[in-house]
């Protein structure tokens, strides 16, 4: 217990809270900006057990705010979520890490989510954030949202039964384009940071069972050095709160990739019928890579890869393999 | 009347083609959800926030 020493003198931890802390199951989805900040926290803090799911690699663009990554994970083309498993069990060897390498999908996230006593968002779309919201209010487990922006971050407790839900704030997915991402619009390192950090001590706070939990959405804008506090009201028409229908969980809301037979592609189809303005989609896009845009499609080049995107939000993803690098692509460019 | 209007430094588009405000996009008022066709009164902070998505 003495490499929590100073955690334990807070006067709400003492013994017994870190106790608890030692005996709980955190679940944190997403290993970027947002997931490495939130493990890092919390394996020093002595969660007992913590998972790490992530679908992606390590790259050179991520090292400016993904902390726990180096030069020879890039090298290495190591998956984010074994690299950071390395680190964090080098930091702290007496707790139990876990990492797996895949996609959240509507078929293993109850799966994933099943054993944890909270759950830490740190993706990079919403639509995964729909279905962890729909399988973390069907097994009543809280979960922590959270998203950054350019100078931009945002952080939300979501507590089933008790506080409005992510449908309340986002009722379905917009169209894809219509949500800016880092890859496009940048971010600053500082506010990953501050809204990871602000999550995990959230997520303590829950499983300490600590009665001074947020309950409001948390906006901050570190450009102009703005921090409100929002109330958000749960929808008279929410489907999920309301009606308890899993929409996402489900499959009615998700989009679904295809690997096209034989060939190094996958194609998205948005579940619902959406109308994309290609025009703004290209003006975002060529600040970031090749563009060109026929009317009737947009092409856009990054790394190796190729996107050809359609007016109604379909998109072949080119010069992929497998559907998890498709779909990372496909929200890091065009965004859901 | 004057009100202090607020957007989101990051939105740039808030409506989709139909006119609809995306479903991601949220109006304050004062710090509260605004319901629909909430008028406003002199003094009044009026929010525009997307609700993000990067991480």
Known sequence: ?336 | MEVIISVSTILKTKYDKQGELWPQVHIFINGEQAPAGELLKDGDRLSIMLIIAGG
């Open chain 1, 1 to 336: 217990m003495d490499r929590y020493s100073r955690q334990i003198l807070v006067a709400n931890i003492g013994e017994s809270g870190q106790q608890k802390l030692l005996r709980s199951r955190v679940l944190v989805v997403g290993c970027g900006a947002l997931g490495t900040v939130i493990a890092n926290n919390l394996v020093r803090a002595g969660i007992g057990y913590i998972k790490i799911v992530d679908r992606d690699y390590v790259e050179l663009d991520n090292l400016q705010r993904q902390m726990l990554f180096d030069e020879e994970d890039v090298e290495k083309r190591m998956p984010k979520a074994l690299a950071a498993a390395d680190k964090l069990r080098r930091i702290n060897s007496s707790i139990e890490i876990e990492a797996e390498v895949k996609d959240v999908t509507q078929k293993n996230v109850e799966e994933l989510i099943k054993d944890a006593d909270i759950v830490l968002d740190a993706t990079d779309n919403l639509e995964t954030r729909l279905l962890i919201n729909d399988a973390c209010f069907k097994h009543n487990i809280s979960w922590i949202y959270g998203a950054v922006i350019s100078s931009c971050g945002m952080t939300m407790n979501i507590i089933p039964g008790e506080t409005a839900c992510f449908r309340c704030l986002v009722p379905y997915v917009p169209a894809p384009g219509s949500t800016p991402t880092c890859d496009t619009v940048g971010v600053l390192n500082a506010i990953p940071s501050l809204i990871a950090s602000l999550q995990s001590n959230e997520a303590i706070k829950i499983l300490l069972g600590d009665k001074h939990v947020n309950q409001e959405l948390l906006v901050i804008d570190l450009m102009d050095n703005r921090f409100e506090k929002i109330p958000v009201r749960k929808r008279d028409d929410c489907p999920l709160c309301r009606d308890g229908k899993f929409e996402y969980l489900d499959k009615k809301g998700l989009s679904e990739p295809i690997k096209l037979c034989g060939r190094e592609m996958v194609q998205i189809t948005p579940q619902k019928e959406m109308e994309v303005s290609l025009e703004d989609l290209k003006k975002k896009l060529e600040k970031v890579g090749d563009t060109s845009y026929m009317g009737y499609l947009l092409k856009f080049s990054v790394d190796k890869y190729e996107l050809i995107i359609f007016p109604d939000g379909r998109a072949f993803v080119k010069g992929v393999s497998d559907k998890e690098t498709a779909r990372s692509l496909y929200a890091k460019y065009i965004g859901v």
